[in-house]
């Protein structure tokens, strides 16, 4: 069972891909035993199933958390099949079902000491939109686990901490999650702007910019083209060959019905719930035509978006008040985006447009409009008039994804800082 450990300790760690191929290749060996081996392979079908269910292979995740139920030979591992057939489902659109399965899953006594079993009910907390009591699963697991294994943990609990109102415990956060950059080198990057937008969020603007700086030196110091990953054709096969008995295709393809409500669910993975604007989810599956356009043109140009009341008008006017103006601004920004650019909703009431072949001057222009467009707003039933930060940035020759949204992130925290409407150009006041 040592693959299936390790398996487990890389998906901490951020390694999927690794981490798949040290699970198929446990799944292997266990299956090559004469021996009854069912709670083994039980365990082993569980860690894989939550890695397609984490890369959005929902059917897939389902099928595999089956036949790991089938499987289990313990509290612990009938625990977890239900909380990932329960995760699966909801993420579909069976709630009721899913409910149904978590109070099952709730009952066993094995969740309160399991990292895996607490890692599982938090990523079900997370799908209902249960920030806190996620947030406690998250935080217990931390207590359990080897300080090495825990960065992908940091990322997620300031994430959780990022969709409180309180900020009651997010400086233990940091300085916890500071203390981890020690490890996982390749997700230094997020866990830094993270770390910054954390620090924002305490007022603790000089600790902010030097997260900030610090995200950006790493940018610097990294190669402007990435070597293009091996294709894991020999974890494909296997993958397939393993799941073979579990008539996925029959599955995925059984009738008309099923197949219209898989294709509402890839839709709505692309939208933001609230606005209805395209998410970042979206913009990532966009970024390399951008990219390629930019690589020829030379002009390409970001501008990141925030409203400068949102955490206010949440604290004191409530969510349902906060949600209205994210969706007045949003309407706004519909109206006001040109035709060949992108527009997507990001987290904390801010938005995010790509404007190829758009030059500073255009840029500025509609940074005008949108501004005007604001400032018409009927405001008078809230405690101030809203205002939009803006913050932007052009593409470079050599620039990665990374390095735009990077500096998009620095000159629209700039922008918030200085409040009321500001609009910075890669640090200079527009």
């Not at 909380?83 to 079902?97: K, P, Q, R, V, Y």
């Not at 992908?152 to 981890?180: C, D, P």
């Not at 690589?295 to 604290?315: C, K, N, P």
Request: negative net charge; proline residues 2%; aromatic residues 4%.
């Amino acid at each position: 069972m040592e693959n299936l450990g390790l398996g487990r300790t890389l998906q901490r760690q951020g390694q999927q891909k690794r981490a798949m191929q040290t699970l198929l290749d446990g799944l292997e060996q266990v299956q090559a035993q004469a021996s009854d081996t069912a709670g083994d392979e039980a365990g082993y079908w569980l860690a894989i199933a939550d890695l397609e269910h984490e890369a959005g292979q929902f059917e897939t995740a389902l099928a595999l958390h089956q036949r790991a139920f089938s499987l289990a030979s313990s509290d612990t591992q009938q625990c977890s099949a239900r909380l990932g057939l329960a995760a699966d489902l909801w993420a579909m659109g069976e709630e009721s079902t899913a409910l149904a399965l978590q109070a099952q899953a709730l009952a066993y006594s094995a969740l309160n000491d399991d990292p895996v079993l607490l890692e599982q009910s938090a990523r079900l907390y997370q799908l209902q939109q249960q920030w806190g009591l996620a947030l406690q699963q998250l935080e217990a697991t931390l207590r359990i686990l080897p300080e090495a294994d825990c960065v992908v943990l940091h990322l997620a609990i300031l994430n959780l901490y990022l969709r409180l109102e309180t900020t009651a415990g997010l400086a233990a956060a940091i300085e916890k999650a500071s203390a981890a950059l020690a490890g996982a080198a390749h997700l230094h990057e997020p866990l830094l702007l993270l770390l910054a937008r954390a620090s924002q969020r305490l007022g603790r603007y000089s600790v902010a910019t030097a997260f900030y700086q610090a995200a950006m030196a790493l940018q610097t110091e990294q190669k402007k083209t990435k070597k293009r990953p091996r294709r894991l054709l020999d974890v494909e096969f296997k993958l397939q060959q393993t799941t073979s008995e579990i008539e996925i295709d029959l599955l995925r393809h059984k009738n008309a019905l099923q197949h219209e409500q898989v294709r509402q669910l890839e839709s709505a993975t692309y939208r933001d719930t609230l606005t209805g604007l395209h998410n970042l989810r979206y913009l990532q599956a966009r970024w390399d035509e951008l990219m390629t356009q930019a690589h020829h043109s030379q002009i390409l140009s970001v501008m990141h978006l925030g409203v400068d009341q949102s955490t206010h008008l949440r604290e004191v006017m409530g969510d349902a008040v906060a949600d209205e103006c994210a969706q007045r601004i949003a309407n706004i920004l519909r109206r006001c985006r040109p035709s060949h650019a992108e527009l997507v909703a990001a987290n904390n009431n801010e938005f995010r447009l790509v404007w190829p072949q758009a030059t500073s001057q255009h840029v500025m222009q509609l940074a005008s409009e949108i501004q005007q467009a604001v400032s018409e707003l009927d405001c008078s039933q809230l405690p101030e008039a809203l205002t939009v930060s803006i913050g932007c940035t052009a593409y470079h020759s050599g620039d990665s994804v990374d390095v735009l949204q990077l500096r998009a992130d620095l000159a629209l925290y700039l922008a918030m800082r200085r409040g009321a409407g500001a609009i910075v150009w890669e640090g200079t006041t527009a």
